[in-house]
């Protein structure tokens, strides 16, 4: 499944990487919200569309997780992630596909007590593949959530497994992250064949796995559009730091000097209230008109977050802008948050 890449990509080629799904997404145009906004030619990455259980970006990321998981002989693998996280679906998903197990740690990150949200969604799904589920009390103690996922770990290897950690806090080697590097040619590539010249990328800012490796990829692949990663979990001031580390670590595991400068990281807070996992009224407005127009389905969490922000700068372009959203997925969330999008829709 390798492909070559060029020399500012390092490593890249030699790493390890599990097949997940047929390898790319489309990139579509989106004509009737274009209208809607103004005129601005408006294009979306469907990333929601890789094929794997319902899809979403995280299994760019697994393939590499996994493909190292494979190359080190385990046969179980751990993950933390809040109690709707699509990763961790994913994870469940992309390790059964590789006759793995999966054990999934579901941190208290919102604090939503609608039953619905804590059974729906992710969560029914993640049931349905068989994982294993454990809770961790806390939503802000990635250090602490890794701490008790590596104990647990212990455990299984005690027992016989052969467990793989995917680490949630920084400072590990971003592995996953590379699979936006991937996805950074991909784009171009498709970009380049529809003769688009991008003014700007809109993309989800959570981990900084994705913002931060699919701007360092369109940097060292030569590109100067802008990026801009629309904050889901963390304020601005936190967040911005996080995705120059991310780009450093990047760096750092491929062998190359990172062609990301600081002025190129631009995150944008303003579409994040009420808070990560709540949807606010831009967001759940967003949700409906991503629906009506070009029927996307969006998620509270990340891309209604993501695509609010998209929506101010599409509304406030020029009509000869072209803006690209990318669609990192999400849509099985929609069904843990069905209270908050029926009372919107009263």
Do not use: W
Request: with cysteine; aromatic share 6%; glycine share 10%.
């Amino acid at each position: 499944m390798n492909q070559p890449f060029p020399p500012s990509l390092g490593k890249l080629g030699d790493l390890p990487r599990a097949q997940l799904f047929s390898g790319t997404t489309a990139l579509e145009e989106m004509p009737n919200l274009s209208q809607a906004c103004g005129g601005a030619r408006l294009l979306v990455k469907r990333d929601d569309c890789t094929e794997l259980a319902f899809g979403g970006n995280k299994v760019r990321q697994l393939e590499f997780y996994l493909g190292d998981a494979q190359a080190q002989g385990a046969d179980t693998v751990l993950i933390t992630g809040a109690v709707q996280s699509n990763f961790a679906r994913l994870a469940a998903a992309g390790a059964r596909k590789l006759g793995m197990e999966c054990h999934i740690q579901l941190e208290e990150r919102v604090a939503k007590t609608d039953p619905v949200y804590r059974s729906s969604g992710n969560v029914l799904l993640e049931k349905v593949l068989g994982a294993v589920l454990h809770s961790y009390p806390e939503g802000e103690d990635e250090e602490g959530a890794d701490r008790r996922l590596n104990e647990i770990a212990q455990e299984l290897k005690s027992a016989g497994r052969k467990p793989y950690v995917i680490p949630l806090a920084p400072g590990h080697a971003p592995l996953g992250a590379l699979g936006y590097v991937v996805m950074a040619q991909e784009l171009l590539q498709q970009l380049d064949e529809m003769q688009v010249i991008p003014d700007e990328v809109v993309v989800a800012s959570g981990s900084g796995a994705t913002h931060g490796c699919l701007l360092f990829g369109l940097r060292a692949l030569g590109s100067s559009v802008i990026v801009r990663g629309i904050c889901v979990r963390r304020n601005a001031q936190a967040q911005e730091p996080r995705i120059v580390q991310r780009c450093a670590e990047i760096a750092d595991l491929l062998g190359v000097s990172s062609p990301v400068d600081k002025s190129d990281v631009l995150v944008d807070d303003s579409f994040l209230a009420p808070g990560y996992g709540y949807a606010g009224q831009d967001t759940l407005a967003a949700i409906m008109e991503g629906a009506r127009t070009e029927s996307l389905m969006l998620d509270p969490t990340y891309t209604g977050k993501t695509f609010a922000g998209f929506l101010h700068r599409a509304k406030a372009s020029d009509p000869k802008t072209n803006l690209v959203f990318v669609h990192t997925g999400g849509a099985v969330a929609l069904f843990a948050y069905q209270t908050d999008l029926e009372n919107f829709l009263v």
